[in-house]
């Protein structure tokens, strides 16, 4: 199987089962802060294709970002989600690298309903920590 050395990985963090630990707002946007995510890395299509999956802390930061609706309870675990930049939308996964410009939404629903939505005009992903191995990926069905 495919190990963290292995070369040219594609790499993305599932929203699914990622825990969302704090909302930040600052003056020129808005940090949702990530107590972990799951990052999928494959040679194809991560969290599609086989490949490893492994656990980081991770920072995604808004540019002149806007939340829509209430703070949900935090921290809390997500149910589901999407990533839009432009008119690309990325269902249940953030790709990383992640530094853009342009218009961008993340929509986060938690494990009991609430709804996450942040929009801005650029994003930037960055993961901190070491990551943590986790488990073979076998693929989907």
């Given at each position: 199987m495919l190990h963290d050395g292995a070369a040219m990985l594609n790499t993305s963090i599932e929203i699914h089962d990622s825990g969302l630990g704090s909302i930040a707002f600052e003056d020129n946007g808005i940090v949702l802060n990530f107590s972990e995510v799951y990052i999928?890395?494959?040679?194809?299509?991560?969290?599609?294709?086989?490949?490893?999956?492994?656990?980081?802390?991770?920072g995604l930061r808004v540019q002149r970002g806007v939340l829509e609706g209430s703070v949900p309870d935090l921290p809390c675990v997500l149910y589901e989600g999407y990533f839009t930049l432009g008119r690309k939308r990325s269902e249940n996964c953030i790709p990383i690298p992640?530094?853009?410009?342009?218009?961008?939404?993340?929509?986060?629903?938690?494990?009991?309903?609430?709804?996450?939505?942040v929009r801005g005009l650029a994003a930037v992903l960055?993961?901190?920590?070491?990551?943590?191995?986790?488990?073979?990926?076998?693929?989907g069905d």
């Amino acid at each position: 199987m495919l190990h963290d050395g292995a070369a040219m990985l594609n790499t993305s963090i599932e929203i699914h089962d990622s825990g969302l630990g704090s909302i930040a707002f600052e003056d020129n946007g808005i940090v949702l802060n990530f107590s972990e995510v799951y990052i999928h890395k494959s040679a194809g299509t991560p969290g599609v294709d086989d490949g490893t999956v492994w656990l980081q802390t991770a920072g995604l930061r808004v540019q002149r970002g806007v939340l829509e609706g209430s703070v949900p309870d935090l921290p809390c675990v997500l149910y589901e989600g999407y990533f839009t930049l432009g008119r690309k939308r990325s269902e249940n996964c953030i790709p990383i690298p992640l530094s853009c410009e342009g218009p961008v939404e993340i929509h986060l629903t938690t494990e009991f309903g609430q709804n996450v939505v942040v929009r801005g005009l650029a994003a930037v992903l960055e993961l901190l920590g070491e990551p943590r191995y986790v488990e073979e990926f076998p693929g989907g069905d």
